[in-house]
């Protein structure tokens, strides 16, 4: 633990694993949730990072390590979001200092970090599906072990989650489900007689209870035991909210307050005591950034943070130019104005791709459908079969999650959905699995698509506005995390002619055909090539597909070098250029070197943008480096 927080907690300083947890007292229980929750506030004001999920479920995280043993038994983490408390209970608070940096520690949960991560989330919806698995292999290998899976109230919107609750409910499997319900609750009652049902209802007698009730009712003649299931059915389902979960085959326990300890630790023992008669559901309200009156003033805003003052709540964001994501949401907006088939969708993410502003201007025309990307592209491609010209606004890394509906429900049938890629490329803090590696290779593959990436703030303009007239066929834009460079945007925006790239400087050595952000590095490469007397000649692809086929050619016969450089992985644009090539006329390779610069073949830990590129080999000294060793001229002794 740091120097600054350690004289301050009586309980936390002495917490190292949950073993030490359960040598304290009820009370005592109570003062160490209050101190991990200031422990948390005072760090990652520091580092940065998601907050307010954390902060809401400090007393169950708490709770869950009191009660079963970890980390033999397993808790199973959804999103990763609310694990803070978590790795600061499992031998990890002496580097929550480090959290989301270079070789720190990781935002969410990780195999490889912690033995008490079972199993890594960064994505929605994937707890109750690898919880069940889990189970099912310890059962089969009789390890005899309890497995617990927690999942937000979001991440119970996506249809994965009902596919696992499903399978799970007919599989009959002792599989413990929190739901951490803290948005808005499925049912009201919450209380000192909701808690104390829920306690009732948890327990062997009233199970017993119940199962006794259920056989007499059996003796009595059928319209009457009909009846009387209904009453008890509907009875429950009144107080509790759990028909809907019973129904998949889980016994549910709830809602139950989530920030008290007396209601939780009973509850969560019987859960415990008692799972093997089948799955059970918890249902747990809590608040969201509970605790710290920032954070439940504002929980979208402290949702994710950056460095922050712990007694204002007020964030230290540097002033900068128009983020991406801001640029195309307003220039969405300026088509919208006059163009009625727009419309855009977001997968629960509203405010990170900027269409909290498009949802402002126009209500009727934003289309929020849950974290269910795989719906999102459906229902874009339903829209657009009705003359609609949707966007689809999505980050890299989550439209991963439909590809199957961008192939099958969208390319297949040449419907015109727009993709609006956001986070595309490396993206710092967030790490490997929030990085927008593969977009480019996987819609670029696609018979039919048009794919565009955005070297500045005014080529994501046009490029935007160019989709907006694309109704032969589906499309894709991508962009990236960041600012961009303060470019000022005219309207009405010029277009682009499809499958066109264009010359950003001529020289006669070597050229470089940038696709996407890496422009710049490519320009500042450049100047350091002249200390070589290397001339450079600089493109700017802008598509993938189709192929600037005219420019690629000429570079390629007037350069004794050609580079491609992506922010994607292999498979995506420098691909296309040398499979062109090779098809197109193999004596031009003869006279002519080709590489291509792409992501490497590994996933990149988080760290700072800059580093993160320089692990892959991108940024302007690497590049120079790259092409000193392709024309085997020494650095530093032929230099100028």
Sequence with gaps: MNKATKQDYKFL????????????????????????????????????????????????????HYIFNTPKDQIIWDVGHQTYPHKILTKRKNRMHTLRQGKGLSGFTKRAESIYDPFGAAHASTSISAALGILVGSEIRKKNKKVVAVIGDGAMTAGMAYEALNNAGA??????????????????????MSAYLSKLISSGPYRGLRNVASQLAKKFPKKIANTAKKAEEYARGFFTGGTLFEELGFYYIGPIDG??????????KNARDHSKKGPVLIHVVTKKGNGYIPAEKSDDKFHGVGKFNVLTGKQNKSESNKSYTKIFSENLIELAKTDKKICAITAAMPSGT???????????????VGIAEQHAVTFAAGLACEGMKPFATIYSTFLQRAYDQV??????????????????GLVGADGATHAGSFDIAFLSNLPNFITMAASDDLELARMIHTCADINHAPSAFRYPRGSGLGLKINYPVKKLVIGKGKIIQEGNDIAIISYGARLQEVKLAAKKLENYKISTTIADARFCKPLDKKLILELCKNHKLLITIEEGSIGGFGSHVSNFLINE???LLQNTLIDCICLPDKFIDQDTPFNMYSIANMNSENIVTRILKKLNIKKNLTKV
Aim: with cysteine; aromatic share 4%; charged share 20%.
């Design 171 to 192: 599989m009959k499997y002792p599989l413990i489900v929190i739901l951490n319900d803290n948005d808005m609750s499925i049912a009201p009652p919450v209380g000192a």
């Design 585 to 587: 006329n193999n004596t």
């Design 354 to 368: 900027g269409l909290d502003l498009f949802m402002k201007k126009f209500p009727s025309r934003t289309f929020d």
């Design 13 to 64: 300083n002495n917490i190292d694993t949950p073993k030490d947890i359960k040598k304290l007292t009820s009370d005592e229980l109570e003062i160490l949730c209050e101190e991990v929750r200031s422990f948390m506030i005072d760090n990652v004001s520091k580092t940065g990072g998601h907050l307010g999920a954390g902060l809401g479920v400090v007393e169950l995280t708490v709770g869950l």
């Design 407 to 424: 192939v099958h429900d969208v390319a297949i049938q040449n419907l015109p959905v727009r993709f609006a890629i956001d986070r595309a």
């Design 259 to 268: 920030h008290n300890l007396n209601h939780l630790l009973p509850i969560l």
